[in-house]
């Protein structure tokens, strides 16, 4: 079965027709044509970005970039610390499988062996922290996830485009995934190589005191709660976030311009076998737990699930940010994209 686990967003860039919009990362390999769909549904027919521009280069948000590139025959942006691995020079450091349980398993077989080329087709993101082609937004260099990642910010409303500096659910919890609830979560701890870098991002994004966050995994989030719970994850982050084992926990892998430049060892693999093993196990535990939680509350209820649909239709319509991707319940794929296809058809 595929998938749909990640987001791409489509963001105006000045207002009435003819305004310009810009496409913010750009999903897995094989959806440039759902894209291109939702983009003209969106914009109009033969409708295209003024540019796309990454929060970071992991296969998850670049996979239908070159087609899509080539197509609309748009310049990419990107952090110049992420240039490398998306020029061919350098891989990403390996993700850590001795963390994140065995959730996060059914991703490897994605993960392409090879990094992406892009050539000349990307550009560094401009010094001056200005957006090309987003007057109202700026960027900030959020790494520790990835050494080039961003977070795009509109001041004006304050929303943030967090990329996946966080997430907005557990992607390595089969829990979380059950429940459909969104919680402010840490990095995809399976694919980040620093976690003291990936702390002081969580910090800096929470003194920017966001209204609205849209993440690379999961759906948008507003409103007490969520300030509530990312201030509590910039405070708590080690406790939080930080796996309490792992090849980069305490050890990061040195990255520069040119890409890795050191790793430290990999955790051994008996020390990995017995760490997916309780990784299972939990998980296990935890589906079961869901399950009998769910028949409590009967007829298939979300209690915690009162996240305002129509919100997301009003963040979606009055600020000019759309999120298309991973959106957990086909109601809210409908209100906040007219898009009413079943939500795995993804190719
Ligand atoms: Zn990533
Ligand atoms: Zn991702």
Known sequence: ?????????????????????????AGLYGSA????????????????PSAIILTHGHFDHVGALKELAME???????????????????????????????GMAFMSFMYPKKPIEL??????????????????????????????????????????????AITTRKPESVLAVI????????PPSYFTPDWTAAKISVQNIASLRPNV????????????????????LARMFDEIAVPAHGRYVGHPAIMDEQGVVSLPEPVSSTTNKVLI????????????????????????????????????????????????GEIPDSREVHNFHQDNRPTNDFP
Not at 76 to 93: D, K, M, Q, R, V
Not at 157 to 162: E, K, M, Q
Request: charge should be negative; glycine fraction near 14%; proline fraction near 8%.
């Open 1 to 25: 079965m595929k998938i749909v686990f990640v987001n791409v967003f489509f963001v105006n860039g000045s207002e009435g027709p003819g305004g310009n919009w810009v496409l913010v990362d």
């Open 33 to 48: 044509h759902r894209i291109k769909k939702v983009a003209e549904e969106r914009f109009g027919r033969g409708a295209r």
């Open 72 to 102: 609309w025959n748009v310049p990419i942006y990107a952090h110049h610390l992420e240039i490398p691995y998306l020029t061919g020079l350098s891989s990403y450091p390996p993700p850590d499988p001795s963390v994140g349980g065995g």
């Open 119 to 164: 050539g000349g087709m990307v550009q560094p993101l401009p010094a001056d922290g200005s957006v090309p082609g987003l007057p109202e937004w700026s960027w900030y260099h959020t790494p520790g996830h990835t050494a080039g990642h961003v977070s795009f910010f509109r001041e004006r409303d304050r929303t943030l485009i967090a990329g996946d």
């Open 179 to 186: 429940t459909d609830e969104p919680e402010v979560c840490g």
């Open 213 to 232: 966050i849209a993440t690379g995994h999961g759906i948008p989030m507003h409103g007490e709660r969520m300030i509530d719970e990312l201030n509590e």
């Open 277 to 324: 093993t309780a990784g299972l196990v939990t998980v296990a535990g935890l589906a079961a737990y869901a399950i009998s939680k769910r028949k409590h509350n009967g007829n298939g209820q979300h209690s915690k699930l009162n996240s305002p649909l129509d919100t997301h239709i009003y963040y979606g319509e009055e600020m000019n940010l759309s999120v298309y």
